[in-house]
């Protein structure tokens, strides 16, 4: 029962984003096919038949291992999806960095900051670049 109320929740996540695959709109089917052939294996097997108890056996072993193998599938692309945002996220900060100590360079090279702060310019370019600097430090967003 649990495992239905988990598959609801799926396809409610899967209408609101609008992204539905083939290997998540054939879960269900997957799934039932499992528990179908789990009851009959057992149904088989309590009658004393043992050949087919077996095969309907090995054919819920089957499905529950492709429904792990699904699961983990869609784990894994999910795992990469963060893993690109966070690459991405990690590019902008290392390229703001750079451009940052271009720009204390140049304020400095220009004589816009001859203190150990570097907002004693009458531009204020240096005031800028050291409050971007300290939170580029903290990890936080601009």
């Not at 029962?1 to 799926?10: T, Y």
Request: aromatic share 6%; charged share 20%.
């Amino acid at each position: 029962m649990v495992a239905w109320f988990l598959r609801a929740l799926c396809y409610v996540n899967v209408i609101r984003s609008g992204h539905l695959t083939v290997n998540g709109a054939l879960m269900p089917v997957l799934t039932l096919g499992t528990f179908a052939a789990a009851v009959f294996s057992h149904r088989r097997l309590a009658e004393w038949r043992p050949v087919s108890g077996l095969l309907f056996l090995l054919l819920a072993v089957l499905g529950s291992l492709a429904t792990v193998y699904g699961t983990l599938g869609r784990q894994a692309e999910v795992r990469d999806l963060k893993q690109a945002d966070g690459m991405a996220e990690n590019r902008t900060l290392a390229l703001k960095d750079e451009e940052l100590t271009q720009a204390i360079a140049n304020a400095v090279a220009r004589g816009v900051g001859r203190s150990r702060n570097y907002c004693a310019g009458a531009t204020g370019q240096g005031k800028a670049c050291a409050s971007c600097r300290r939170s580029l430090r903290l990890g936080q967003r601009i």
